[in-house]
């Protein structure tokens, strides 16, 4: 499935002027760090390539950008709350030069290094507190510090961490 090889890095929020930009709110700025032409929007259920003819940072969490066939406010404003996506074979050449984001690793399977077993699927990461948590799918909490990190596979999409005793107990 194509939704396997994207994930989240925003949303699109207010139309911007009368030429058809738009904001976007980031949660990963990787396309400002490896160079994409497009970038996926959901519309519908149905994940869409959108070429970007420009974009420009107004803030760290918001990017005004410029779809090439979206030349009025009006059809901005059609994309108001959509979803945006990046896909994962570029994010994982950026990745391969030392540079991941956690917002990246959705969807990844997170392995225990003690044992090598699946602990679980990443459905979220919360980087809102200082401590970063990993949501698994079925709402356990297990830390995402990257002191614990032993192992990040791009290709296999898994995350290998040093679970600390106890943490899977809880």
């Known amino acids: 499935m194509i939704e396997d090889t994207l994930y989240k890095i925003g949303k699109l ?5 009368i ?3 738009i904001t976007m709110q980031v949660d990963d700025d990787v396309f400002d760090r490896v160079e994409a032409e497009y970038l996926f929007l959901e519309l519908d259920g149905i994940m869409v390539p959108f070429f970007m003819e420009e974009y420009r940072f107004k803030s760290d969490e918001t990017a005004l950008v410029k779809f090439e066939g979206v030349d009025t ?9 959509t979803e945006v996506y990046f896909p994962r074979e570029l994010a994982a050449e950026d990745a391969e030069d030392g540079e991941i984001s956690y917002a ?3 969807g990844f ?3 225990n290094d003690a044992d090598g077993k699946e602990v679980g699927e990443i459905a979220f990461i919360d980087e809102q507190t200082i401590n970063i948590m ?3 799918t079925d709402g356990r909490l297990i830390p995402a510090s990257e002191e614990l990190i032993t192992d990040i596979d791009t290709e296999k999409q898994t995350i290998t961490l ?3 005793e106890g943490i899977l107990d809880l």
């Open 19 to 21: 030429k058809g930009e």
């Open 73 to 81: 406010q009006e059809r901005a404003r059609e994309l108001t709350g």
């Open 109 to 111: 399977t997170l392995i």
């Open 13 to 17: 929020g207010k139309s911007h002027g």
């Open 104 to 106: 990246m690793l959705v």
């Open 162 to 164: 040093d679970i600390p």
């Open 134 to 136: 990993f949501e698994l």
